[in-house]
């Protein structure tokens, strides 16, 4: 698939989206899980923040019906890159560069602009880049020349 083809359809939907890549960031350390004790009953919930949110939200509810107060236990933590990848050169039509977020078994791959790459991994709707798609790549399928 080509970065001008996804459509909302496809979030959420694996995929395997080709581009050249146009901008590489440094690994950053993410929160991926959160587990909070509920101060009422003691059981324990877990949260799963976006990965683009940077803030730990607590439960909405416990089973228990308690809302407020949850303690936070503990945080599941990893690490990921964010790299944005273009159309290629040639393509007609609009193109908006779509981020794709690396997971940890993808970081140290040795990554370079003007790399031309097939991913795969699942479409999501980025909140923080204006609605624009995104994709979290869990695998490279292949790496230059495509
Ligand atoms: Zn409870």
Redesign the pocket.
Known sequence: MRINQIRVKDIHNVVELIGEVCSIREPEHIIIGIKWE?P????LLTTRPSIEDKKTYPPYR?????KHNFRMISQEVTDIRKIKIKEFEGIIGISIPVSVWLSENLIDENIKRGDKIKFKGTIILSKREQNHYSLIANEILKLNPL
């Open positions: 509920c009422a009953c003691g059981t416990c089973p228990c019906g308690r």
